[in-house]
């Protein structure tokens, strides 16, 4: 998706974090990994150009059905809504998880994952891989509302996979579907080598675009969009390092939804990428460590929506992970930049050359400015909780 930003409609939240804080929540959100984030988004990228019908685009569509099945989801959980374009198939994948209140009343967390002309590892490899990682987290966690993971195709060609849903499903189910809210992400990955910790929180709305850039719906769900969007972004303070800004619903796979008279709220990054929609938007040109602070944020978002069980717990596989595995580097080759992605805080990175010489030295700082040094081999070594754990870094330029 791409958006035109009017400077006097982008007024920076003010909110205070009232909403109350929940540990177990917390607790879930913090088991987002750096490491699985990348993993995700260059698997995304490997498919190449997923355009709406093509073998990639039906490709994407397998990983990430089998993605869903590894985390545990059944096959009873998963269902397929098919539509076509240009004479070919594509398909939404839809996992819903059953509320043990009420079932028969749904959160949906979405967003696209086909392309046009690039790979799209910003839009929406990130969209795409922050709901892959909440649906790994959250998978046997339960709630009082039904979630529903939905993948969209077809979103770069008008929103053809979320009509057809919203059409084929939601309407012509009887009664018609019960949608407490939805959630959208679009286009959440940065921009590579800027500081990145603002996110626009989407609200229902009219604002005074140029001539047919907007689409004016009923109203009525706009003051119950204020109201949830106001909730989203506290929920992103609570539980991520990252702070919402408001901004307005536009052009993506909400509108549906949102022409039918439901309650939307969504999430678009801040620094606006160029690259989308072309051959450059790819993972070097993103900011992983961005879409991993992002989820945490959208992981106890989704947690307060839907009413989630408050016991603190931690995943077994999680809890015992050491720090040879919760530590990634990339890129790797590095040039200007490189990040350090470790889920937690209080940890040391030093940098070294071969010979043995630290040339660098930060704390808690996962974007690390490599401009000054030269081309060859170094060790990066990061300590956490007395653990050291030393990879090799390559400065190509």
Not at 96 to 103: A, D, M, N, Q, R
Request: hydrophobic share 35%; proline share 3%.
């Amino acid at each position: 998706m791409k958006r035109f930003l009017l400077p006097s409609l982008l007024l920076l939240s003010t909110i205070a974090s009232s909403q109350s804080f929940i540990q177990a929540y917390k607790n879930r959100a913090s088991q987002v990994t750096q490491t699985n984030i990348n993993t995700l988004l260059t698997d995304f990228t490997a498919f190449g150009v997923k355009t709406t019908g093509s073998t990639a685009n039906n490709n994407a569509f397998t990983w990430l059905k089998n993605k869903y099945l590894s985390f545990g989801y059944t096959a009873a959980e998963i269902t397929e809504n098919a539509f076509t374009y240009s004479g070919k198939q594509t398909k939404n994948l839809i996992v819903t998880k059953t509320g043990t209140v009420y079932p028969n009343k749904f959160l949906i967390i979405c967003g696209h994952y086909d392309t046009i002309t690039g790979t799209g590892t910003n839009d929406n490899g990130s969209g795409t891989s922050i709901i892959l990682e909440a649906a790994r987290i959250l998978e046997n966690v339960s709630s009082e509302y039904s979630i529903k993971f939905i993948n969209f195709s077809g979103e770069e060609q008008g929103l053809l996979g979320s009509q057809a849903y919203v059409t084929n499903v939601v309407k012509a189910t009887n009664p018609r579907m019960d949608i407490l809210l939805v959630i959208n992400l679009d286009e959440v990955g940065g921009v590579a080598g800027m500081v990145n910790d603002k996110i626009y929180a989407e609200k229902d709305g009219t604002p005074t675009f140029p001539s047919g850039m907007y689409t004016t719906y009923p109203s009525t769900n706009n003051a119950a969009s204020a109201i949830k969007t106001t909730e989203f972004k506290n929920s992103i303070l609570n539980y991520s390092n990252i702070t919402p800004v408001d901004n307005y619903i536009e052009r993506s796979d909400y509108m549906p939804f949102e022409k039918e008279g439901y309650v939307v709220t969504g999430l678009f990054e801040y620094n606006q990428s160029t690259k989308p929609h072309t051959a450059g938007d790819t993972y070097i040109n993103m900011d992983p460590v961005y879409v991993y602070n992002v989820a945490q944020g959208v992981v106890g978002a989704i947690q307060h929506f839907s009413t989630a069980a408050t016991d603190i717990t931690l995943s077994t596989n999680e809890s015992s992970k050491n720090l040879q595995d919760r530590i990634s580097i990339f890129p790797n080759p590095a040039n200007d930049f490189v990040n350090i992605g470790l889920d937690g805080k209080g940890y040391t990175t030093s940098i070294s050359d071969i010979s043995g010489r630290k040339v660098q030295e930060t704390n808690d700082q996962q974007n690390l400015d490599t401009s000054k040094l030269k081309n060859g081999v170094y060790l990066v070594t990061i300590t956490m909780n007395g653990e050291s754990v030393t990879k090799k870094l390559i400065i190509k330029k």
